[in-house]
């Protein structure tokens, strides 16, 4: 069965860490928009806990890393916001329990 590169690219952005939390980004709800545009570009908009989270290179270039790995995948933008402001509210059920919200 043939996975799309949609999924491909959801399930590549469940490898990118918040060492922060030690928790993946999508179960944080870090994660608002993904789109895969045509030629292999995918645009991922994304926020973190803090805006002055000294992790944003860190997790931005995670992105970009398991991104790039998929060999459809031929460019990546990344588009860092601050609005909305992430809240623990964004947490998939799997964060709240881990980390006991």
Request: proline share 5%; net charge negative.
């Amino acid at each position: 069965m043939k996975v799309s590169l949609e999924e491909q690219v959801e399930e590549a952005l469940y490898e990118v860490i918040d060492p922060e939390l030690n928790m993946n980004i999508m179960d944080l709800g870090l994660v608002y928009t993904v789109q895969v545009r045509e030629n292999g570009e995918v645009y991922v908009r994304l926020t973190l806990t803090t805006p002055g989270c000294p992790l944003h290179d860190t997790i931005v270039g995670g992105v970009e890393t398991v991104l790039y790995s998929i060999d459809e995948v031929q460019n990546v933008e990344v588009d860092l916001v601050w609005t909305p402001a992430w809240t623990p509210d964004k947490m998939s059920r799997r964060a709240k329990e881990m980390l006991m919200f």
